[in-house]
């Protein structure tokens, strides 16, 4: 499924200038997840998290969860940097963060929270110096996906030296202290998250291309056309197999 960003933002908004150019896609045949292992392991080589593989590519058990949703952000038709998406919910668990901060994110969906947690975002290393608007056409996705599942809270699990841009642009705070992600190279990662109902406005005013409509939304995010009730909360909950990279 294919939704082309609406442009919602002045041109001098930072990721504003390409709208017109970036098309978001649902991951939907083999040939396209192949593709964004491939640039995973791509992007995760040049920024020196990972060793050299013959399979060259990044794959983990949490690309097949029921919560998940992995798209891939084309620039004139051309792929240059993807997004997994999880909605956490008390039925629905399975994610690295609920592996890696289970005792800050259980707690939250035993209450009956949903949280929406953006994972494996990932950059082609060529367009990523081209196009340094990537990061925020990107991660609009969690944005929109917030706003679409009525999330309680905007998850991050970053790096630590990231965490300036998810408080600059979402406002999140970190909650937790670093710790290691599995298959990378002595890099840590902390647990930011933000109220969306509270913070919402205040995200929008300083950074309108977050802006989106309900029809924008529902292409991005129904699944052949079926509501969030089937997709999501209807199904018997599974058990969180434990995620392996494969690098």
Not at 97 to 126: I, Y
Request: hydrophobic share 40%; aromatic share 10%; proline share 6%.
């Amino acid at each position: 499924m294919k939704s082309r960003a609406e442009p919602r933002a002045p041109l001098e908004m930072r990721g504003a200038g390409l709208f017109e150019r970036v098309d978001y896609r649902l991951v939907e045949t083999a040939e396209e997840r192949d593709a964004i292992y491939a640039m995973r392991y791509r992007a995760y080589l040049h920024g020196g998290l990972i060793s050299p593989s013959a399979s060259q590519r990044i794959v983990d058990t949490y690309d097949d969860a029921p919560n998940a949703w992995i798209f891939g952000i084309y620039l004139d038709g051309e792929l240059c940097s993807s997004l997994r998406l999880h909605v956490l919910t008390s039925e629905r668990r399975m994610s690295y963060t609920t592996e890696l901060f289970g005792d800050v994110v259980h707690p939250r969906l035993d209450r009956g929270q949903v949280l929406v947690d953006p994972a494996r975002f990932a950059a082609d290393p060529d367009k990523s110096q081209r196009f340094h608007e990537l990061p925020y056409l990107t991660l609009r996705l969690a944005y929109l996906a917030c706003d679409h599942f009525n999330a309680d809270l905007g998850l991050a699990m970053v790096r630590t030296d990231h965490q300036a841009f998810y408080r600059r642009v979402f406002l999140h705070e970190t909650l937790t202290e670093p710790r290691p992600f599995p298959g990378w190279h002595s890099r840590k990662v902390v647990l930011m998250a933000s109220d969306f109902a509270k913070l919402r406005d205040r995200v929008l005013t300083r950074f309108p291309i977050m802006r989106s409509s309900a029809f924008e939304r529902r292409m991005l995010f129904n699944r052949a056309g079926e509501p969030l009730s089937r997709q999501v909360f209807a199904s018997a909950p599974l058990s969180p197999d434990p995620a392996v990279t494969v690098a």
